[in-house]
């Protein structure tokens, strides 16, 4: 961004950009009275205008809840989904082999040991293009529309309400996201699990979602949504008092979590706590949190795997198969170590990423309301 010499004599004082041939002493009488006029001229600045902060400049942020927070908060949400689901591909290949097929894919280790007998070391991957887009594209709506929506549903709330009802206000963010975010990731979804639990239907991507159009139709590619709906959202579990689904249970027992963490494990205010640190504590409330969301959503995920595996088929059809024991626990131990693993590198990538652009982490312990002054105060 270029600046005239107009405005940039007005936000910096001459002596810090003077050539070296304007050899004029400087007059320290004046110093004070300089840096005093440059103080109130940046004051006067816009306080929304934004410009990207190096990390290393102490005290420089990003606007909280700016535009240009929001950003950075959708591309955090690239980062850490698009690049965790794609190094989790393996343990995904194993899980939705075995939910398909149980008898071939006996066990985690048996599951690993057919995929490295039949396909080699390079089979592990099966499906890591539409896995990193499709989850990409996910984080970002899931984290920036997380962000967005938990503040936009604060300020509907109020100061008071918004402290009194903060779970309820973490549900209605995450799921309001996760709603918008499982649209743009179901069609690599569906793509994804034909590719790896179809040996010979497709190479990957680029390849695998022509067929797919051909074989089910562009619609085709959303018969999973509702089910994928059912994964993220509407499954809910009895958490330390409060209510959690899979995408709020991230959410909301995530920052449950970390709170409890900083009330009673950790004896330091968050805000005297170092980064790394802190991070650390995203991690383990990741990683809490993710195991809970693996079996909150479990049931769902294996509808998701059976209704993009064949075509036409139904929830009915993964019922009778499957039975609802096996709906339940099908593939679970294996997806417990996943989602918590993921989880927990989710929330650390993400704060990490937030921390490298300015801003704090995630989650802490909520300030407690201000009280409304009484008449008798308001009268004084």
């Not at 004082?13 to 004029?24: D, G, Q």
């Not at 004070?32 to 205008?49: C, D, E, G, L, Y």
């Not at 194993?94 to 690993?112: A, E, H, L, R, W």
């Not at 709603?179 to 569906?190: H, K, Q, R």
Request: aromatic share 12%.
């Amino acid at each position: 961004m270029a600046f005239s010499d107009k405005t940039r004599q007005s936000l910096i004082p001459s002596f810090l950009y003077s050539t070296p041939s304007a050899k004029r002493p400087i007059d320290l009488d004046n110093l004070a009275s300089i840096s005093s006029s440059s103080s109130a001229a940046t004051n006067a600045v816009p306080s929304r205008s934004f410009v990207i902060p190096s990390p290393n400049e102490p005290g420089k942020k990003i606007e909280m809840f700016s535009p240009q927070y929001y950003a950075a908060c959708t591309a955090g949400g690239i980062l850490c989904c698009g690049l965790t689901h794609t190094a989790v591909t393996p343990l995904d290949l194993v899980k939705c082999n075995m939910q398909i097929d149980p008898t071939k894919y006996k066990n985690i280790s048996s599951g690993f040991g057919v995929l490295f007998k039949e396909q080699g070391v390079r089979g592990f991957f099966r499906g890591w293009v539409p896995t990193l887009l499709g989850y990409s594209a996910q984080g970002a709506c899931k984290y920036g529309f997380y962000e967005f929506f938990k503040k936009y549903y604060s300020d509907l709330a109020g100061p008071e309400n918004a402290a009194k009802y903060k779970t309820l206000i973490y549900l209605a963010g995450s799921a309001s996201a996760e709603v918008i975010a499982d649209v743009a990731l179901c069609p690599f979804e569906a793509v994804k699990v034909r590719v790896q639990t179809q040996p010979g239907f497709a190479r990957g991507l680029a390849d695998g979602l022509p067929k797919f159009v051909k074989s089910e139709g562009a619609p085709g590619l959303y018969k999973g949504l509702v089910p994928l709906w059912g994964r993220q959202i509407p499954y809910v579990v009895e958490l330390i008092e409060m209510d959690f689904p899979d995408t709020m249970v991230k959410f909301a027992s995530f920052e449950t979590i970390v709170e409890l963490l900083y009330k009673h494990a950790i004896p330091t205010p968050k805000d005297q706590c170092s980064k790394p640190l802190q991070l650390g504590v995203s991690f383990v409330g990741g990683y809490i949190a993710g195991v809970f969301c693996a079996v909150v959503s479990h049931p769902a995920d294996n509808l998701v795997s059976f209704l993009n595996n064949a075509k036409g088929a139904t929830v009915g059809d993964a019922v009778k198969k499957m039975g609802l024991w096996g709906l339940f626990t099908r593939g679970l131990p294996l997806r417990i170590v996943m989602i918590g693993t993921l989880t927990g590198a989710q929330w650390g990538i993400y704060d990490a990423f937030k921390v490298f652009v300015g801003l704090p982490t995630t989650g802490g312990v909520t300030p407690a309301p201000t009280p409304a002054p009484t008449a008798e105060v308001a009268r004084a």
